[in-house]
């Protein structure tokens, strides 16, 4: 995810830290669907620019960028990170979502990757771009979709913060 809200040029090509990924055109989207896979086999998943989830392998939420916001995994909640900037610095609030909130986020969250799964499976869409080329990213997205459908626990251990 980027440092600054701004709008990616690229994704495909900036998504390096993601060597397998596509890039589907899904039938009545307006906005392309950027899915790649880590070295790990961890998945990101982008829906145009916003929203993003990021998962590890086990199919557990890490980390997603909603409405312009960032939330990221404390095992049993999500803290939502806001950046608040003055003429001098930046700060980053944290808050954790509540139980009610959490249920939201994750409900919504199914919803769309559900959608998504939905699609595939009945082929809604079409492949714009692949990295690799000749490699079809499709079932092994599937696979990945309903291991998240299914995690449980949903959200991954809380992130260490880099030193």
Partial sequence: MALFEQDR????????????????QIQGMETLVTIG?????????FIGQDPVYQFDPQGCLRRAFVDGVLFRSQHTT??????ERTETQTLLLRTDL?????????????QKLGSLERTLK???YSVIRCVPEAESHVPQIQTALEMIRLADPWLSPAIRRRM
């Fill in 98 to 110: 509540t139980e009610d909130g959490l249920h939201e986020f994750r409900t919504t969250m199914l």
């Fill in 37 to 45: 896979f880590r070295a790990s086999s961890a998945m990101s998943v």
């Fill in 9 to 24: 040029e690229d994704l495909m090509r900036e998504a390096v830290a993601l060597p397998q990924r596509v890039e589907l």
């Fill in 122 to 124: 009945v082929g809604d």
């Fill in 78 to 83: 999500l803290a939502m990170l806001k950046r």
